[in-house]
């Protein structure tokens, strides 16, 4: 097979994945237009907001709070307490519900690698609002998009080198910071699965961190998912986000294995309880 054959081969595969055809017709379209212009400005409001915490709120926490840790930490509840009023915003607009059993487990994590299924674009500020001290491994262009105020003062890009990168990781996690991650890398397709990498495990592994796995199921998810139209939005009425707290994946099963083999077979089982969860609470395979 020929290199342009590949790409032609992914492109089709790509094409499947996140295929969107079989999606019913917009039955009442004054709700659905209604839909793609309240989810317009709740991502101009989103951006809107990260600006101001970047050039306003962080630079005065700079000055009032010290050292660098506790001025993280205080920074990181700032972010989770304006996500929860981000999502707040959703539910009051009609755009998105959310029904979460443990929330108030949530705030209890400490020290913990959070792996969940992805999706849809906000699945990130869904869990950042739920653990207040939450630190997570974005993309690297992310930190030069309008975000990159908060991004490279709070989190940890994954362009970093593995070394320096797994230090930053130990480092957060030692002061009780939890850290998310999403296992697939890329949102889930509407069709068919990831496989999930195994870069959380071996970050598991390495920090000698349990593993707390979530899962975000409910209503399809279109104009949230990957390569989804910017200015489309649910055809099934407003989004709905079930997100459940899952049984912990104790990292002291795994740690008396060979690093590849313990990675491989930890990466294997957060797959298996979330999808277990997929299927019992929406009847999906993920």
Do not use: W
């Not at 951006?47 to 005065?60: C, D």
């Not at 930490?73 to 929860?84: G, I, L, Y």
């Not at 080198?161 to 998310?180: P, Q, V």
Request: net charge positive; proline share 4%.
């Amino acid at each position: 097979m020929t290199d342009n054959e590949e790409h032609l081969t992914g492109c089709e595969t790509d094409a499947y994945r996140y295929d969107h055809s079989d999606l019913p017709k917009v039955k009442n379209r004054a709700t659905y237009v209604y839909g793609c212009l309240a989810k317009l400005f709740l991502y101009f409001f989103f951006g809107s907001g990260s600006v101001v915490l970047a050039i306003v709120v962080f630079p005065v926490l700079k000055i009032c709070v010290h050292p660098k840790d506790r001025f993280q930490k205080t920074a990181r509840a700032v972010v989770s307490h304006t996500f929860r009023f981000f999502m707040g915003m959703m539910s009051v607009m009609g755009v998105a519900g959310f029904t979460i059993p443990d929330r108030r487990e949530f705030r209890n994590f400490k020290s913990r690698i959070v792996v969940a299924n992805h999706p849809s674009m906000i699945d990130v500020v869904c869990l950042i609002s739920l653990i207040p001290n939450a630190d997570c491994i974005v993309r690297g262009s992310l930190a030069n998009s309008v975000y990159a105020g908060v991004i490279r003062q709070l989190y940890i890009v994954n362009s970093l080198g593995y070394d320096e990168m797994i230090d930053l990781c130990r480092k957060s996690l030692a002061k009780g910071t939890n850290l998310i991650i999403f296992p697939e890398g890329t949102r889930t397709p509407r069709h068919g699965v990831n496989q999930y990498k195994k870069g959380a495990a071996r970050i598991a592994i390495d920090t000698h961190c349990d593993v707390q796995p979530v899962y975000i199921g409910g209503t399809d998810k279109y104009g949230l998912g990957k390569y989804d139209s910017f200015f489309s939005y649910s055809r099934r009425g407003k989004y709905h986000y079930h997100i459940l707290k899952l049984p912990v994946i104790s990292i002291a099963d795994y740690e008396a294995l060979e690093p590849q083999i313990a990675a491989k077979r930890l990466t294997d089982k957060m797959h298996e309880v979330i999808a277990e969860a997929a299927v019992k609470t929406d009847g999906k395979i993920v």
